[in-house]
T-cell receptor, first 113, second 110 residues
Framework: DVKVTQSSRYLVKRTGEKVFLECVQD?????MFWYRQDPGLGLRLIYF???????EKGDIPEGYSVSREKKERFSLILESASTNQTSMYLC????????????FGEGSWLTVV | QKEVEQNSGPLSVPEGAIASLNCTYS??????FFWYRQYSGKSPELIMS????GDKEDGRFTAQLNKASQYVSLLIRDSQPSDSATYLC??????????FGKGTMLLVSP
C-alpha cells in the first residue's frame, strides 16, 4: 500500500511564525502535491513537484513555498503564518505508472492564532 | 478555469438503497476521473478511477463516464450507514494534477 506520512498532525502557531509541514512517501512516486482544504472551498492545490528540486505553482501559492531535496520528501513552508492560513493541509503523491492516481496523507491541521 | 461541479447535498438515502452521485467537468481534455470518499475529519481515500466511456464496477460501486456529456457518476448499491461521507469527484487537469469538485455529502439512514 502507498504510504504518505505527514509528521505533524495538529499544530498551533502564532501569527508571523515560520511553519514547516513535512511529508514523506515510501512508494518512490515522482509527483508530490500540497493541497489545503477549507469548508465550502474544497481542495485547492498550493504547489506540486514532479521531480527532485522541481516545483510548480498550483492555484493558491501566495504565502507558501516548498522544498523537495529528496524524492521521497516534500515540505511546505509558511514563511510568515497568518490567520487566513488556518486550514487542513494535505500532502499527496502519484506516479504515471499508476495512472497518476493521487494518494493522500492523513492531513495536518494548522491553527494560526 | 478548469472546473468540476458537484451538488453539495446532503443526499439522503435509506439503508439498502442505491445512492447516485453525479459530477460534471469543464475541461474536454480531461482523460482520467476519480472518486474519493472522505469521512469527517479524515483525508480523502480513493474509491475508483475511470478512464473510458461506459461503466466500471468494483463491488458495490459502479463508476460511469460519458465524455460527450462531460459527466461522471458513482452508484453505490446496497448503501450502508458506513457509506455516509463526502464523496469527491476529480478530473485530471494537466501534468499529473487533478481538479477536485467540492464534494457531495451522502447520508445513509438505518
Amino acid at each position: 500500500d502507498v504510504k504518505v506520512t505527514q509528521s505533524s498532525r495538529y499544530l498551533v502557531k502564532r501569527t508571523g511564525e515560520k511553519v514547516f509541514l513535512e511529508c514523506v512517501q515510501d512508494m518512490d512516486h515522482e509527483n508530490m502535491f500540497w493541497y489545503r482544504q477549507d469548508p465550502g472551498l474544497g481542495l485547492r492545490l498550493i504547489y506540486f513537484s514532479y521531480d527532485v528540486k522541481m516545483k510548480e505553482k498550483g492555484d493558491i501559492p501566495e504565502g507558501y513555498s516548498v522544498s523537495r531535496e529528496k524524492k521521497e520528501r516534500f515540505s511546505l513552508i509558511l514563511e510568515s503564518a497568518s490567520t487566513n492560513q488556518t486550514s487542513m493541509y494535505l500532502c499527496a503523491s502519484s506516479t504515471p505508472g499508476s495512472g497518476n492516481t493521487i494518494y493522500f496523507g492523513e492531513g495536518s491541521w494548522l491553527t494560526v492564532v | 478555469q478548469k472546473e468540476v461541479e458537484q451538488n453539495s447535498g446532503p443526499l439522503s438515502v435509506p439503508e439498502g438503497a442505491i445512492a447516485s452521485l453525479n459530477c460534471t467537468y469543464s475541461d474536454r481534455g480531461s482523460q482520467s476521473f476519480f472518486w474519493y470518499r472522505q469521512y469527517s475529519g479524515k483525508s480523502p481515500e480513493l474509491i475508483m478511477s475511470i478512464y473510458s466511456n461506459g461503466d466500471k464496477e468494483d463491488g458495490r460501486f459502479t463508476a460511469q463516464l460519458n465524455k460527450a456529456s462531460q459527466y461522471v457518476s458513482l452508484l453505490i448499491r446496497d448503501s450502508q450507514p458506513s457509506d455516509s461521507a463526502t464523496y469527491l469527484c476529480a478530473a485530471n487537469s494537466g501534468y499529473s494534477t487533478l481538479t477536485f469538485g467540492k464534494g457531495t455529502m451522502l447520508l445513509v439512514s438505518p
